[in-house]
């Protein structure tokens, strides 16, 4: 069973803090992964994936991939209130054509 | 990244119906995928839509209740059929590359009455 997990949260973070988004994933063979951001009632929208282990970076965005613990993580840097939303991990398994989401985790920045 | 438009973007059916949501890409890409969205909750994949062959289905997903057609590498269409108030749900398709990501349309809104 390939799985993805997130912590459901919420997660609060005081406004121009780091917030620090997690994710593990259970099967090797995920070769992509993605992070999504989803404001209520609207489709998830991409903002950062990498497949490479170690750090990218994207504006106040940093994806941190480690392959040898199957985990994910992203950090948003300067957290603002219209970064209040759930955060969606996802992994690409390549050998059965499939992206699996995690259940999301809730974060709400407090000004 | 890939830009998606998926209509309708919303609809009302009464039960026993059959509703065909339609996602055009504005690229021709390999890979496209059904997900179903119930409130609250996370996407849960019904297909991948295969270009020139049959889609495959998850779990729980059966051809006969979710026809998927993909005539060509820029578009795709799910057809929710025989449709229940269970079948009431946003369906999403998502479409992309390993290497530049996979982007979401819109969404549908589906209410089953």
């Known amino acids: 069973q390939k799985e993805v997990e997130q912590n459901s949260g919420p997660l609060s973070v005081p406004e121009g803090a780091i917030a620090s988004l997690n994710c593990t994933y259970s099967d090797r063979g995920s070769q992509s992964f993605f992070w999504y951001r989803q404001y209520s009632g609207k489709s998830p929208e991409l903002i950062m994936f990498i497949y490479s282990n170690g750090d990218k970076e994207d504006g106040r965005f940093t994806a941190q991939l480690n392959k040898a613990s199957q985990y994910v993580s992203l950090l948003i840097r300067d957290s603002q209130p219209s970064d209040s939303a759930t955060y969606l991990c996802a992994a690409l398994y390549s050998s059965a054509s499939k992206i699996i989401f995690g259940s999301g985790t809730r974060l709400s920045i407090r000004p | 990244s890939a830009v998606i438009s998926q209509k309708p973007s919303r609809d009302i059916c009464q039960r026993g119906t059959s509703l065909t949501i339609q996602c055009q890409v504005d690229?021709?890409?390999?890979?496209m995928f059904w997900y179903r969205q119930q409130p609250g909750q996370s996407l849960t994949l019904i297909a991948t839509?295969?270009?020139?062959?049959?889609?495959?289905?998850e779990s729980g997903f059966v051809i006969d209740k979710f026809p998927i057609s993909r005539p060509n590498l820029t578009f795709s269409t799910l057809t929710v059929s025989n449709m229940s108030p269970e079948d009431s749900s946003i369906y999403l398709c998502?479409?992309?590359?390993?290497?530049?990501?996979?982007?979401f349309g819109s969404g549908t809104r589906l209410t089953v009455v």
């Open positions: 690229s021709q890409v390999t890979m």
């Open positions: 998502t479409a992309g590359g390993r290497d530049y990501g996979y982007t």
């Open positions: 839509a295969n270009q020139g062959s049959e889609a495959t289905y």
